[in-house]
């Protein structure tokens, strides 16, 4: 095929792909807060929320963050994002459920970091709320899944909500707009390589 029939073939190919996203795009005409949920076994799901904080702030959104399960406040992400003006952070959790080793203390604590997550799902200045590593209090059911959705639901009509976490539940999936699983087809740590500042921390 010589190059004419080419570039023929392409702009026809590209002519009827623009017909069919012009398309879609019409017909997306509904404005309203979105739930999403980030899930699976891969690495990213927390890096792909906050890739999602600084395009609302590039926006001049407001964002709020709860940190579940995650007790450490060190971690790159917290150190750049709570500089930011319309950034509010919360570390809401004491390490992971293998290092506390207390159900009734997860418990707790779960049930007073969403004591927190209630007034920023009631306050319609936060343009963007993001319940990190907030798959494992409703597996775990330290928090009942049933008040939380209805919370969520109840938010300002403007408001996003992202969820980050392994596991999430299928009613959480059910009630979200967008759901990522993300699959972990190799990882470094497999290999014995310890969590990097910058790409892990």
């Given amino acids: 095929m010589d190059k004419p029939d080419r570039e023929e073939r392409h702009r026809t190919r590209m ?9 879609a795009i019409a017909s997306a005409g509904i404005e309203r807060g979105l739930l999403l949920v980030l899930t699976g076994n891969g690495k ?3 890096s792909s929320a906050f890739g999602m904080i600084a395009r609302a702030l ?14 450490r406040s060190d971690t790159g992400e917290e150190a750049f994002f709570s500089q930011q003006n319309n950034v509010t952070w919360h570390v809401l959790g004491e390490g992971f459920t293998w290092e506390t080793q207390n159900l009734v203390r997860d418990t707790e604590t779960a049930q007073r970091g969403w004591a927190v997550v209630k007034k920023m799902l009631q306050d ?10 907030f798959t494992y209090p409703l597996k775990f059911g330290w928090l009942d899944i049933t008040t939380v959705l209805n919370d969520i639901n109840n938010r300002p009509p403007m408001q996003h909500v ?18 990522t699983v993300m699959n ?18």
């Fill in 15 to 23: 002519k009827r792909k623009k017909e069919v996203v012009d398309k």
């Fill in 44 to 46: 990213g799901k927390s």
């Fill in 162 to 179: 992202i969820i980050t976490g392994r596991g999430a539940p299928e009613l959480l999936c059910e009630a979200a707009d967008t759901v």
């Fill in 58 to 71: 590039g926006h001049g959104m407001s964002v709020s963050v709860a940190q579940f399960i995650k007790g």
């Fill in 184 to 201: 972990d087809n190799k990882h470094a740590f497999q290999a014995g390589i310890t969590a990097q500042k910058g790409i892990d921390l």
């Fill in 124 to 133: 319609p200045s936060q343009q963007l709320v993001v319940l990190d590593e």
